[in-house]
């Protein structure tokens, strides 16, 4: 645990220290839970919308693009079932004067009692050494059985006291199992209350004309109220899917975990429009389609697992999320829901327009069932960049700390650096770069001894180092250094652009798929 905490801490100061994610406002003490992306953070960014809107978007005639505006029109969320289900059960401890989410103080019971079974693991793979088997130890020994079957008895009784709106239950459960405050060891505490997780702001300048509107939670929305509009302009036939990408807003009670849980996020959504019955079909096909997407990333098939529903929100008849492997443990990185016709009826209902489809092969009119895959941006940059921030001993004994970013995703994709600032050197390097530019985001580098540099582009992920000596003088050529294997080569400049293209290429990397 403390080897995860460390490595979490050391993401967080890698990502400031070398301008990818500061704390907003942070002159004023920070706000909580709302992060700016610096220089080479909105850059990874824009390059991870890049990569999912090319996949999505780009490579499907039947997908098209959306951009619709934060504000919408407070009946939207009536409708869609965020104003009176969108909540989140919290508790206060009447001493520490502390509010939590009451579900999660008691997820993180129950991760406690994993981290036995683990610790149990790890102590009995000592004890046994090379015979050891760990599957059978895990199905066998009575206290990890023990572990286990206290934790789901909890996680069940839980999800159905939330199910059933029992927050006394709830609360029954927080003291049965001595939950303490994690600040103060407090157990004294409130009743259990739902709190709606949106944010709400007004409209308009005067008092009697103005209107209460609410910042979206979810991208999802702007696309369901377009539906029709976007359906009927592009002529599109189902099956069809519209895309976008944009900020929503929660009012998070519990906001940890850096830019994993944000109070303003971005979120990359596809609503996939289905013929009523092939729904399930299609949410097992967009389940693979997407998991492939993220192995095409190459940052590890072991870091990601499907986790599917029991319990389904109220407009699902299937849901699963992919996790991913973050330093905290696996989490929830993307979530693909089968969505039924909920949010199409019920915006037809409450705006009393017709938001249907005539299907001309079935010769009839119908409300599409709609397949959703949600990815959090912010989630998915915390995924490739804590994945990626990797510390390694070199042969002399010296570390380097090296992100190991996706060449297609990196900020910068390579840095010219003139061995010295004499010589006609940076000249000639200004020169590379000038052109370079044209294709990649390329950065140019003179301060320093070069090995400085290497490891300043090593520290922010830039595949190629590029460096023009005195030997660039007489024949053209450079040496180009790979950031991985920080093996050198020397090439002419005139095959720079293929040799950077050819690691970079969207198209190469999106082929893995
Ligand atoms: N339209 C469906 C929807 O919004 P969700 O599971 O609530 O579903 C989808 O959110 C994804 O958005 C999550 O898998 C996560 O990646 C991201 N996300 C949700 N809340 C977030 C938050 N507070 N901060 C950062 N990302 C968040």
């Given at each position: 645990m403390a080897n995860q905490d460390d490595q979490f801490k050391k993401v967080v100061s890698h990502a400031k220290e070398y301008g990818f994610v500061f704390q907003s406002s942070e002159i004023y003490d920070g706000l909580s839970a709302v992060y700016d992306y610096a220089q080479n953070g909105v850059e990874l960014?824009?390059?991870?919308?890049?990569?999912?809107?090319?996949?999505?978007?780009?490579?499907?005639?039947?997908?098209?693009?959306?951009?619709?505006?934060?504000?919408?029109?407070?009946?939207?969320?009536k409708a869609s079932g965020h104003v009176d289900a969108f909540n989140d059960p919290l508790i206060d401890n009447k001493d520490s004067k502390k509010r939590y989410r009451a579900d999660v103080l008691i997820e993180d019971y129950v991760a406690k009692l994993d981290d036995k079974i683990e610790k149990e693991l790890v102590k009995a793979a000592k004890r046994f050494g090379d015979s050891f088997d760990s599957v059978q130890f895990l199905a066998t020994n009575p206290r990890v059985i023990g572990y286990k079957e206290k934790g789901e008895a909890i996680l069940k009784r839980m999800g159905k006291s939330l199910g059933e709106e029992n927050l006394t239950d709830v609360k029954a459960l927080i003291e049965e199992l001595e939950i303490a405050c994690p600040l103060t060891g407090s157990r004294n505490w409130t009743e259990v209350k739902q709190f709606n997780l949106m944010f709400g702001t007004k409209i308009g300048a005067s008092a009697d004309t103005s209107m209460d509107l609410y910042l979206r939670p979810e991208t999802a929305q702007g696309i369901f109220v377009n539906f029709s509009n976007v359906q009927k302009s592009g002529r599109m036939k189902i099956p069809f899917g519209i895309a976008q990408t944009g900020k929503a807003f929660r009012n998070e009670i519990v906001a940890r975990q850096f830019?994993?849980?944000?109070?303003?996020?971005?979120?990359?959504e596809l609503q996939f429009f289905v013929?009523?019955?092939?729904?399930?079909?299609w949410y097992e096909k967009w389940k693979q389609t997407r998991l492939k997407w993220h192995l095409s990333l190459g940052l590890g098939k072991e870091n990601y697992r499907f986790h599917d529903?029991?319990?389904?929100?109220?407009?699902?008849?299937?849901?699963?999320?992919?996790?991913?492997?973050?330093p905290f443990g696996f989490k929830e990185l993307e979530g693909i829901h089968s969505r039924t016709d909920f949010d199409l009826a019920s915006h037809e209902k409450f705006s009393g327009k017709k938001l249907q489809y005539f299907d001309p092969e079935l010769n009839e009119?119908?409300?599409?069932y709609v397949v959703e895959t949600s990815l959090g941006l912010d989630r998915m940059f915390l995924a490739v960049f804590s994945n990626s921030l990797q510390e390694e001993e070199l042969e002399n004994g010296t570390m380097r700390t090296v992100l190991r970013l996706p060449a297609v995703l990196a900020p910068t994709k390579a840095a010219i650096l003139p061995l010295l600032k004499k010589d006609g050197l940076p000249e000639i390097a200004r020169k590379i770069m000038e052109d370079l530019k044209w294709d990649?985001?390329?950065?140019?580098d003179e301060k320093d001894a070069v090995g400085r540099r290497y490891r300043r582009q090593d520290a922010v992920g830039t595949?190629?180092?590029?460096?023009?000596?005195?030997?660039?003088?007489?024949?053209?050529?450079?040496?180009?250094?790979?950031r991985d294997?920080?093996?050198?080569?020397?090439?002419?400049?005139?095959?720079?652009?293929?040799?950077?293209?050819?690691?970079?290429?969207?198209?190469?990397w999106l082929m893995k798929m």
């Open positions: 960014k824009k390059n991870i919308r890049e990569y999912w809107w090319k996949a999505m978007v780009q490579m499907h005639e039947n997908i098209v693009g959306l951009d619709a505006s934060i504000f919408m029109h407070p009946t939207t969320w830019i994993f849980r944000m109070r303003e996020f971005e979120q990359m013929r009523p019955g092939t729904q399930k079909e529903h029991d319990k389904l929100a109220h407009y699902a008849d299937a849901a699963a999320d992919i996790e991913f492997k973050f009119h119908y409300i599409p990649f985001n390329v950065d140019y595949p190629f180092c590029i460096t023009v000596d005195h030997e660039t003088l007489a024949d053209d050529t450079v040496t180009i250094r790979y294997t920080m093996a050198q080569k020397r090439v002419k400049i005139s095959e720079l652009g293929d040799i950077i293209r050819e690691e970079v290429d969207v198209k190469k």
